[in-house]
């Protein structure tokens, strides 16, 4: 037997472990600053609710893990996390609208492995179910947005509206039955290139024509910004289109909000559950091409499921692995372990068992030596884990009521008694 970790997964030693903690720690004072609570759901769904043609589609049916139980129950590890939320509304239907709530957890498909692609990774989520307005969309973006100051890391917000690119396609004559198709294909555009969708939509049946009449609607004007691409261009094309209309006043709430977007006309999302709003992030000055960040609006799944009424919902997904990626490329901090102090006791034990849990219970994070190592063996076991403090406990400290606390980056030592050691290492 040959120990090897799976393909497409990966372990994350403690130093690692920390960063990514730090990271989901800092995202999640965001979403509970703006009112979002904690919600979880199994790691595993009934197969039919994830094959739901209300779910995620064929294509994301391709990369998921399906398995049966020893009831012969078909089930299937979850491959994103909205729709196990929506499936939580559906069986809850007393829940409070607006429902908001995040989720961080695993999730899990099986498709082709790339240098930032994994086949397990952690997704964490916003969405807020109950809201039609454009309030909710332009409340995650600007989440979104503290979001990753607060990380420190520069980003671009594109946004796009599905029903504005559905009329884009329809007016160069692809058909309601064709849209899903070719906006799995236009979904691809910043992975494979315009050739790649040329290919693959020929692939597909569509002739030249057509294909060079999708690409070229999808940029209508690339000079122009934003503001002038929407107010100008598209508002000539599409005075009547709900989708405009929708970008227009989201883009109006941005701005109250003082949060930078950049409008995309081609931006897809390809899941076939999204209906308005979509947005993708993407990084600046960074080897993370690949979007970080991604979501939009489904207001039609949870009904679909129930089987009646309208639940308007939108959310968005936070990829941690390739958000530690892009975070330990520009933050070179290592940070081994998680304690304060290291206790090393001389010749008592006992005494520095009792200081130890005394410690603890003013939340301080401490490490003991449990195996009698000498002091100089301690130092150099804290030097190599990066311990910021070293606490020797020796009988001659004790008779004076006192202990000996080194610091291991300057070198300096201080005797402290009790009540100035804790009110140190609170503060330190």
Sequence with gaps: MKLQIPKGTRDF??????????????????FEVYGYSPLDTPAFEKFDILASKYAGGDEILKETFKFKDQGKRELALR?????PMCRFVGTNPNVKMPFKRYQVG??????????????QFTQCDVDVVGIKDMTADAEIIALTARAFKKLGLEVVIKVN??????????????????LETV?????????????????????????????DNILVTLYPSPAGSSERLINKTLTKLFPKSEGL?????????????NVNVEFDVSLARGLSYYTGTVIE??????????????????????????GKGIYPAIGISFGLDRIYDAYVEKNKEEQKTVTKVYIAPIGTFNESLKIA?????????????????????????????????????????????????????????KLMNPEELVVFLQEG
Excluded at 110 to 116: A, Q
């Design 13 to 30: 030693k403690p130093e690692e472990a920390i960063i990514r903690d730090k990271i989901v720690s800092t995202l999640k004072d965001v």
């Design 357 to 413: 849990e005394e410690l603890r219970n003013e939340n301080v994070k401490v490490d003991i030596d449990l195996t009698g190592k000498g002091p100089s063996k301690n130092l150099k076991y804290a030097n190599s884990l990066g311990i910021p403090y070293v606490l020797f406990v020796g009988e001659d400290e004790l008779k004076q009521g006192k202990v000996k606390l080194k610091d291991m980056k300057s070198g300096e030592e």
């Design 281 to 306: 992030v993407f990084l600046k000055n960074s080897n993370v091409k690949t979007s970080i960040c991604a979501g939009g609006r489904y207001d039609n799944m949870i009904g679909n499921f129930i």
């Design 245 to 257: 209309k929708e970008i227009k006043e989201l883009f109006s709430l941005l701005k109250i909000l």
């Design 183 to 211: 906006i799995l294909s236009i979904d691809k555009l910043n992975k494979i290139g315009k050739e790649g969708v040329k290919k693959e939509l020929k692939e597909k049946g569509f002739c030249k024509k057509r294909i």
């Design 106 to 119: 695993e999730v899990f498909r099986d498709g082709p492995v790339e240098r930032t692609r994994y086949r």
């Design 79 to 83: 491959y994103d996390l909205t729709v």
């Design 161 to 178: 509206n599905r029903k504005l690119l559905d009329d884009l396609l329809e007016s160069v004559g692809v058909k309601k039955n064709e």
